[in-house]
């Protein structure tokens, strides 16, 4: 009999062939003058923009991975919320490989920490955005309608 969760079992479950491999993202946010503002990170291989994004992790559920990411990627602490706003593709370039087809579900964390000094400070950089700036970098349209959809509705 197996104790995990089905949850947890679930991220450790094998993809079927061609489906896209999944991955675990954090929109993070934080209100200023009644407004959110979207926090971007950069790629750490082409320097695009992008939200703190990775794999999932064993024993892990996805928006605590999100989390976990959001830290290692842009230095952030918050709340996270357990169900995801919404989901986006992309093609992960890899090197002398063909692209991987990512389904990316994303989290919404409301951010009470940025600290200066985290895991891949060095090899990132991160900038606060109001929503339809942040949209406008992003290259994902899926991703854009949901930095739009969420920055844009009221901040409570």
Not at 29 to 38: D, E, F, L, S, V
Not at 53 to 80: D, F, Q, Y
Request: aromatic share 8%; net charge positive.
């Amino acid at each position: 009999m197996n104790p995990e969760t089905p949850a947890l079992a679930d991220l450790t479950d094998p993809e079927p062939p061609g489906a896209a491999e999944r991955q675990f993202a954090a929109l993070c946010w934080r209100k200023a003058a009644g407004t959110r503002q979207i926090l971007l990170i950069t790629s750490r291989d082409t320097g695009r923009w992008i939200v703190p994004k990775g794999w999932p992790m064993k024993n892990r559920l996805p928006h605590e991975a999100a989390a976990i990411e959001a830290w290692e990627e842009a230095g952030v602490t918050g709340e996270i919320v357990e169900s995801p706003l919404g989901r986006y593709l992309y093609d992960k370039r890899r090197n002398r490989k063909a692209d991987l087809l990512c389904e990316v579900e994303v989290f919404a964390l409301e951010v009470s920490n940025l600290a200066t000094d985290f895991p891949e400070k060095t090899q990132r950089r991160r900038k606060w955005f109001n929503p339809v700036k942040a949209a406008r970098k992003v290259a994902e349209p899926e991703l854009r309608e949901l930095i739009l959809s969420f920055g844009t509705a009221p901040a409570v």
